[in-house]
């Protein structure tokens, strides 16, 4: 099945960037969305950020404008481009695939990579 693994996360000062990436393995199913949510200590996880499978974006308002999510389908890769990054963006970055087969629609994370945004 799908394997999803992150990169890219570290330690960065508020108003810097970082660009974190997702490769999947296994078998790829074509009609997809990927997406990256986050989630801070205490709190829920969130919506970052959505690109399906036909390009198609979507962004939380929290990002609009500092964040972009884009694929390469050639790599089964996903990345997501963080500029002027706050303490308020600290948090475990997580990549998502939902898989939209004809009966059994599937869900798979990555195992996570931390962002903290501090100085």
């Known amino acids: 099945q799908v394997q999803l693994v992150e990169s890219g996360g570290g330690l960065v000062q508020p108003g810097g960037s970082l660009r974190l990436s997702c490769a999947a393995s296994g078998s790829i199913f074509r009609l997809d969305i990927m997406g990256w949510y986050r989630q801070a200590p205490g709190k829920q996880r969130d919506l970052v950020a959505t690109v399906s499978s036909a390009g198609s974006t979507n962004y939380a308002d929290s990002v609009e404008g500092r964040f972009t999510i884009s694929r390469d389908n050639a790599k089964n890769t996903v990345y997501l481009q963080m500029n002027s990054l706050k303490p308020e963006d600290t948090a475990v970055y997580y990549c998502?695939?939902?898989?939209?087969?004809?009966?059994?629609?599937?869900?798979?994370w990555g195992q996570g990579t931390q962002v903290t945004v501090s100085s």
């Open positions: 998502n695939r939902k898989e939209f087969r004809p009966s059994t629609p599937t869900d798979y």
